[in-house]
DNA sequence: CGGTTAGCCGCTAGCGGCTAACCGGTGCGCTAGT
């Protein structure tokens, strides 16, 4: 059979969409692959389909517990019993259980640090794996050598699973990245399957203003302006919080702050509160929007630069997934990067912080198997965060013989390259925002393509018509005619002030 | 770096104004205690 006869048969479509059949056909060609597909392409279908066509399970790593969760009961919808996430939603019995019944799935998905644990991979030993996805694989990179190290350890754990095939699968990924990720997975060889990043549907604006309150009026201009649903962007929770109060407290009712800071339970509901369109803007961080498929999202507001053109990508790319016209605009005040390198800076232990681990090392003649036993006491005795202390401990834990002054060079030197390409990365952004030419050549030069086709409302460069984006429907518009189109003016004038 | 807040001073009894100190994102799994 063609490979167009398994999607009818096994999916019931006529049509592959964009990358998806070369992706495909790159696996069952037995081919280690990183895709790197738009989003709103159906990923999914790519371990999926191979899955189906092959025998042995396939193991999807999965950086998020409630993407897992989206997923298998998408699955579970579409009459597949075969699936099971491995995850802390579990029961110790009901993890037991799936250990003990893992051969009868056909799709495993798991999280990179419940992979990481011995007896699980004992247990997917047995299992000859057909296929190892890697969902969402910028995250290797992204996350792997601080905030999730188990994300590095993938490459040694597929060894221990017998090297299975590999598809790493992702939306936003430079060439640097994509070598990173093959690097991490231990690949030796592989394809890659790279699709523009470009989304000529979203127009990109930067406006500059000048202080913070001028910023907050802006942005309620904005969302008062614009055609939603929206999301604005924020680094900071409490200035998330804040702005909705604000938005809130100016007739703008349906908003929501979305952040990490909130209980499950609130996330989930602002979340669907806002996929069903309940919700017309949310002020989040960076915390949300990964496995958000919502298809009307008009634009994006980012309030506060984000620490990586990559993330800005992931960020705006949640807009026009439906291919309509949207718009993404970025609003800066000078030192708005001051925010960005602190918190690159906070998640790195110090020099100071290192200078009184080996202290404590040394007067106590630690050895580095004993020291996730000393965490309290080291954290306490060093003031590590939770992330400064896995990343100290990671790397301790990994050294073979103790040699104190030398451990401590190398950990000091290896921290100084991870803050200054955490720190060349917020450049590159910041470049961006000061760029002098078309917003969008300059992003797609990152990954290294060239803009072909300038869409209409190109980029604040290029110029922008904003009219494009206004709210039309007057049904939802309360507010009283006088006062709106004053301000609707005053709103395209300051935007043609400020290109 | 810049926004917020707690605390203090001053002049006259509650409040303005100043300064110093503090804080800033992303998630998994597990465990203790309700």
Known sequence: MELKGYLKKYFNFDEFRPGQQEAVESIIGNQHTIAMLPTGTGKSLCYQLPGYMSEGPVLIVSPLLSLMQDQVEQMMAMGEKRVVALNS??????????????HHYKFIFISPEMLGME????????LSVSLFAVDEAHCISQWGYDFRPDYLKLGE???????PLTLALTATATNEVRRDIADKLLLEKWNEIVFSVDRPAISLALEKVSHFQEKQQRTMQLVRFLKGPGIIYFSSKKVAEQTSAYLREHGISKVMAYHG?????SRILIQQQFINGQLDVVCATSAFGMGINKENVRYVIH????????????????????????????????GDEQLAFQLAEAELPDEFQIERLFTFLIENNVVYQDITRLEEELAMFCGFTDIQWRIVENYLSNLESVDYN????????????????????????????????????????TFNEKLEDRPENCCSYCGIEMEDFKETDASS?????????KQDLASILLLSERI
């Open 261 to 265: 800071g909130l209980d499950s339970e």
């Open 119 to 126: 007896s699980v991979i004992d247990r997917i030993k047995g």
């Open 157 to 163: 754990i597929r060894r221990k699973i017998g090297e």
């Open 406 to 445: 030398q451990d401590k060079r190398s950990l000091l030197h290896l921290l100084d390259n991870r803050l200054k390409v955490k720190q060349s990365k917020i450049k590159q952004m910041l470049e961006w925002i000061h760029s002098q030419e078309c917003k969008r050549a300059v992003i797609l030069r």
């Open 303 to 334: 309030f506060h630069m984000p620490m990586q053109i990559e993330s800005y990508l992931q960020e705006i790319g949640r807009a026009a997934r439906d291919g309509g016209d949207s718009v993404a605009i970025l609003i800066y005040s000078p």
């Open 477 to 485: 518009d309360e507010r009283p005619i006088g006062v709106d189109w």
């Open 89 to 102: 939603f579990l029961t110790p019995p009901q993890k037991a259980k799936a250990l003990e019944n893992l």
